[in-house]
């Protein structure tokens, strides 16, 4: 591999590594909802606009599940045709091949007594789960 190559080829790994260190979850942003109140999540700009289930275990803890995903599919055709150009007799055969998933991030929130207890986003297969500053509590001055 010659000398240029070989500097293309680490710029590139190095970008790449750069794009993808901002697609993390950050352990202050988790840390950010620990003891606080939980209208701050009732009232939160980005939770709000998330479908959201409850459910309560028998020891009293909500368990608040804010789901981000999408259902990605995708269909491929190929196809054969036999016969002569105009040809009364031709036949057309067609096959099509569709894949379908769910990817995304399930913000999961445990919170006992009106109060966060703890924050934790779980990716599906192939999901991105990231976090930054825009998901921590919002300070609101109601």
């Known amino acids: 591999m010659t000398i ?23 352990q202050q942003d988790l840390d950010s909802w620990v003891g ?4 701050e999540l009732d009232t939160h700009s980005f939770f709000l606009t998330l479908p959201v289930s409850k459910t309560t275990t028998e020891s009293g803890i909500e368990v ?9 599919s995708s269909c ?5 045709f036999n016969g ?7 036949s057309f ?18 919170i006992k007594d009106g109060i966060v207890k703890e924050y934790k986003p779980v ?11 825009s998901l921590q509590p919002e300070r609101k001055g109601f």
């Open 64 to 72: 608040r599940v804010y789901s981000n995903k999408q259902n990605l």
């Open 76 to 80: 491929f055709d190929t196809g054969n």
């Open 93 to 110: 055969t067609s096959f099509q091949n569709c894949s379908s998933e769910i990817r995304g991030c399930d913000n999961i929130f445990y």
């Open 36 to 39: 606080v109140s939980v209208e």
């Open 123 to 133: 990716g599906t297969p192939k999901g991105i789960c990231m976090t930054d500053e």
């Open 4 to 26: 240029s190559k070989k500097i293309i080829s680490l710029m590139a790994l190095v970008l790449f590594i750069h794009g993808c260190a901002g697609n993390m979850v950050r």
């Open 84 to 90: 002569k150009k105009y040809s009364k007799n031709a």
